[in-house]
């Protein structure tokens, strides 16, 4: 037995790493640089902007500028965290938000009401989960294709619905209060945010649901062979981002108290940058709730703060593709790391 | 006549033992030979360096008496060198015209290719190998002598020069006895043309029934190379294994007989054809096979991995096929081959790789209590006394033998009644084995039926209270009690099919 315990050594880690190398990393590890490195980029920019432009950026009411324009976005990308995590891309999240929007208020331009609106809305967001998820699941189509070609399809939906133009009239101000009113300073879609942020976080960390869906999104087969039923997961977690997409196209139309066909595009990118930064973060290596928020807010300010240092307006395009880029290749490089260490 | 094929001194190692030490050969023309030796013996090598794969640390090569130069793929196919690779190398989504100009080119082709010149050729191609069948079909819905005459015609298609030697690499070894029969009969044909055959087989009835002489290597040494007739198989048996088979006193485990736990009865999947057989409560039985005897689809075939025909019983109740997720209810846990593949999840931590199944035994008021998990994780850890013991560790830190644990405990901490394991020790060190070895031992002896897979005979002879020898899709013999032994068990696998004709 004394030889077995020779020849099962320590593992590869804790042989290869030098002291220097040892001493560094534990340095970032107390500093938490490996895991909230973007908190502390988010500091700087913070910093960096707080001086460059003192009297716009360094005010209460641009945070909460900031705070409100970004909910809606952080919500889709919250929504789009679970199909990625186990392994499928949903491009129809931004399809579902214009519909929805487009739905509510066609429901209330057409005298139904808003709650009506709502309701049909929301079920609209798990038609299209669940119509993903027979793409996916049952045709073997791949997620990427599949839901490219919803989000099309769903793009006709949104001019199909408001006859290719704007719908204004008849929006309720009790439903415009949804989304404007404000709560201890701030607009109520920043409280929908931290409620889903929470629901999202708990299912994904504190259920067995959320180890299922990273189990599935790690090695699918490994998965299956463990008695994951990998479909009807994968079924559920399409369900809920187009649930997801479509509770935030309702909150962003009473934002708005308006519809237009061309709404929902604007949060794609914005999102998947989110997501793909924030496997950066706190939890490095997959996907997270904690994570995806802090990109959000990171990538928020750092536009807001050089549109107001003068910037042109295509610098947030400019911004978020890029910021997309780099973070899939961090993300790349860290999931890398860790299969090699 | 000159030899179609003369290898002389050929030797190799990769850092370390010679994998391959002085091997000389001769083959005429028109000689069907059988290459045969255990797994390790160096046949794999030996076809490698002539298809120009590895470069040989020593001897030479000639091809109908004009020298090969080594280590070029190119040089081997220019002097009429032909392959057929276990795998086939075929594009499963291709059809056979287009498979047939896979490296070649189109041979009609003069800008723009005439698909009606190419059919016919293909068809004729076939037809001089005796398959007749649509070659616009794609490759994936042909049977598999089909694709292997698709192979076969590719390799023997036009080149520059005429082909010289067909060197076939295991190609029966995912064929059924009948469709083995069919490429019998090819290889008569292309041998009949005047082209040397050579194949690799581990079916002893196909070296009695197709070649004219066998070569035997082991140990990566040139054993024997005769004629068949006047050889016995017991003989040829002893020749592959290097001493004679004896009566060995070795009893395997004698477990005392509880309850039957595990039973499939009519067992179908691939080329598992009818399987019934039953595992006790507290027994160890063994499964052992060649590739291509069923032997590797058993485990999953049971557990709902692989799709099958037949029922699976766990103490009386049936498990439905392709439902992994309700044989794990039922109590079946299944330790999959190639652990990478099926059932690490290497960026997740050791806590996640072990409570991937069943999570929620730790989820108290709506949440799952990671402290807890942790702790239940902590003890599987020091229990299977997996390095270093610690849960939140990523599991690709960990060394092969150390993950092999890791999917071992996820199971163990179900307490299974079954437990199906498939090479439970494969790229596991010396170490890891014993201590996996010991841990089945204990389940088994708290009551778990456990059926290992292995190719591994003396992991088979160690575990087991008997062990179901598996050829050609069916149990061919069973062994336990006296005859217990390594190479009883080799042997078994690669005799002489009792049922079938040779």
């Known amino acids: 037995m004394t030889v077995d315990k020779q020849t099962t050594s320590e593992p590869d880690v804790e042989n290869k790493a030098g002291q220097p190398a040892r001493a560094r990393r534990r340095l970032s590890v107390v500093l938490g640089f490996d895991r909230f490195s973007g908190l502390y980029v988010w500091a700087v920019l913070i910093l960096i902007f707080s001086l460059w432009v003192p009297d716009l950026f360094d005010t209460a009411n641009n945070a909460r500028i900031i705070a409100g324009s970004q909910a809606i976005t952080a919500m889709v990308a919250m929504g789009l965290i679970v199909p990625v995590a186990c392994g499928a891309f949903d491009l129809s999240i931004a399809g579902t938000l214009g519909v929805s929007v487009c739905t509510v208020i066609w429901f209330q331009a057409n005298h139904y009401g808003w709650f009506l609106g709502v309701i049909v809305a929301l079920l609209v967001g798990l038609v299209v989960g669940l119509v993903n998820s027979l793409i996916v699941v049952r045709l073997h189509v791949d997620s990427f294709i599949g839901t490219l070609g919803m989000s099309s399809i769903l793009l006709a939906g949104t001019e199909w619905i408001t006859g290719g133009g704007q719908i204004a009239n008849g929006v309720s101000p009790a439903f415009t209060g949804i989304g404007q009113n404000q709560i201890l300073g701030l607009p109520l879609p920043v409280f929908y945010m931290i409620a889903l942020a929470i629901i999202l976080w708990w299912l994904l960390e504190y259920t067995p649901v959320g180890r299922y869906l990273y189990g599935i999104g790690g090695n699918p087969q490994a998965a299956r062979l463990a008695g994951i039923r990998v479909g009807r997961i994968t079924t559920g977690a399409f369900l809920l981002s187009g649930l997801v997409a479509a509770f935030s196209g309702v909150i962003l139309a009473a934002q708005l108290g308006s519809a237009s066909p061309d709404v929902g595009g604007p949060f794609l990118l914005p999102a998947f940058s989110a997501v793909f930064l924030g496997a950066t973060q706190v939890f490095p290596g997959r996907v997270n709730v904690p994570g995806t928020l802090i990109a959000i807010f990171l990538l928020a300010t750092g536009v807001k703060g050089l549109q107001l240092a003068g910037a042109p307006a295509y610098i947030n395009d400019l911004f978020n593709g890029a910021a997309l880029i780099i973070a899939v290749a961090l993300a790349a490089r860290a999931y890398a790391s860790q299969r090699k260490a | ?502």
Not at chain 2, 263 to 276: K, S
Not at chain 2, 310 to 332: F, H, Q, S, T, Y
């Open chain 2, 1 to 502: 006549m000159t030899a179609a094929l003369t290898v002389s001194g050929m030797s190799k190692s990769f850092a370390g033992p010679r994998v391959l030490d002085g091997v000389s050969l001769s083959i005429e023309p028109g000689e069907i030979r059988a290459l045969v030796g255990e797994n390790g013996s160096g046949k794999s090598t030996l076809i490698k360096i002539l298809a120009g794969f590895h470069l040989p640390d020593e001897g030479s090569a000639e091809v109908n008496g004009q020298p090969l130069h080594l280590g070029d793929g190119a040089a081997s196919e220019a002097l009429g060198l032909r392959f057929v690779h276990q795998d086939l190398g075929l594009v499963n989504n291709l059809d056979t015209v287009d498979n047939l100009a896979l490296g070649v080119g189109y041979s009609s082709f003069r800008g723009g290719i005439r698909w009606r010149q190419e059919r016919k050729q293909a068809r004729k191609a076939l037809a001089e190998l005796g398959y007749h069948f649509d070659v616009r079909r794609t490759v994936d819905r042909l049977a598999m002598s089909e694709r292997t005459a698709v192979a076969v015609a590719r390799a023997m298609g036009p080149r520059q020069t005429a082909p010289r030697v067909l060197i076939l690499d295991e190609p029966t070894a995912n064929l059924p006895a009948a469709e083995a029969e069919r490429l019998f009969a090819l290889a008569k044909r292309v041998a009949d043309s005047g082209v040397a055959v050579v194949f690799v087989s581990h079916h002893f009835d196909e070296v009695f029934g197709l070649a004219q002489s066998v070569t035997v290597l082991r140990d990566g040494k040139h054993v024997i190379t005769r004629r068949v007739a006047g050889l016995t198989e017991d003989g040829l048996i002893e020749l592959v294994i290097g001493r004679q088979l004896e009566q060995v006193e070795h009893d395997a485990k004698a477990a005392e007989r509880q309850a039957v736990v595990l039973e499939a009865e009519g067992l179908g999947c691939a080329v598992l054809d009818n399987v019934d057989f039953s595992v006790h409560a507290g027994e160890i039985v063994g499964v052992a096979g060649i590739t291509g005897s069923g032997r590797d689809e058993v485990a999953r075939a049971l557990f709902g991995g692989l799709d099958r025909t037949g029922e699976v019983k766990i103490n009386g109740g049936a498990v439905p096929p392709l439902r992994p997720d309700k044989a794990m209810g039922m109590g079946m846990g299944l330790v999959p081959a190639e652990r990478h593949a099926n059932a690490a999840f290497m960026a997740s931590t050791l806590r996640e790789n072990i409570t991937v199944v069943r999570p929620g035994l730790h989820w108290r008021g709506g949440i799952l209590r990671k402290s807890p998990e942790r702790a239940d994780v902590a003890k599987w850890l020091e229990r299977l006394d997996v390095r270093p013991r610690k849960p939140e560790f990523a599991m690709a830190d960990l060394s092969g033998g150390n993950q092999q644990k890791v999917v071992l405990a996820r199971w163990l901490r179900l307490e299974p009644k079954v437990l199906v394991l498939d090479e439970p020790t494969q790229g596991v060190d010396v170490g890891a084995k014993s201590d996996i070895h010991k841990l089945v031992d204990e389940a088994a002896a708290q009551g778990t039926a456990v059926l290992v897979v292995s190719t591994d005979h003396e992991e088979l002879v160690r575990l087991c209270h008997r062990v179901l020898v598996f050829r050609r899709g069916r149990i061919a013999d069973e062994i336990s009690g006296g005859r217990m032994d390594h190479d009883v068990i080799t042997a078994a696998t690669i005799g002489r099919d009792q049922a079938g004709a040779a």
